[in-house]
């Protein structure tokens, strides 16, 4: 299987394969670090640390949702990394006049 049906099939054992060192070796080099490096480079910012359980990849670590989306934002925008922005004012451009249909508060 390979990572790709993993992920879409949410096939955990394949994720924690990679965090262990398998006898047939099957597994990657550096196991826990090299998923650490994804994990990063994809926008999780949690402090996960250097030799994490292979739990980790069943989410057993805290990750933010907003990490959370943004790694898989920039999965699904083919590995270019997507920075999260935010949504001020949504504005109608009617005949007559913009609407505002949404501005965000000044101090959250």
């Known amino acids: 299987m390979t990572l790709e049906e993993a992920l879409w099939g949410s096939d955990n054992t394949v994720f924690t394969g990679l965090m262990m060192k398998n006898p047939d070796g099957r597994d990657l080099e550096n196991d826990s670090a090299a998923v650490i490096d994804v994990a990063k ?6 402090d996960i640390g250097a030799y994490p359980h292979p739990s980790v990849v069943l989410g057993t670590q805290e990750v933010s949702p907003l990490d959370t989306t943004t790694a898989y934002a920039t999965i699904a ?6 920075v999260p922005t935010t949504t ?3 504005v109608s451009n009617a005949v007559d006049k913009d609407e505002i ?5 000044h101090e959250p």
């Not at 925008?77 to 997507?82: D, E, F, L, P, T």
């Not at 249909?101 to 508060?105: D, F, H």
């Open 77 to 82: 925008n083919g590995g270019r990394k997507v």
């Open 88 to 90: 001020s004012k949504v």
């Open 101 to 105: 249909l949404y501005e965000a508060p």
């Open 41 to 46: 480079r994809l926008g999780i910012t949690a």
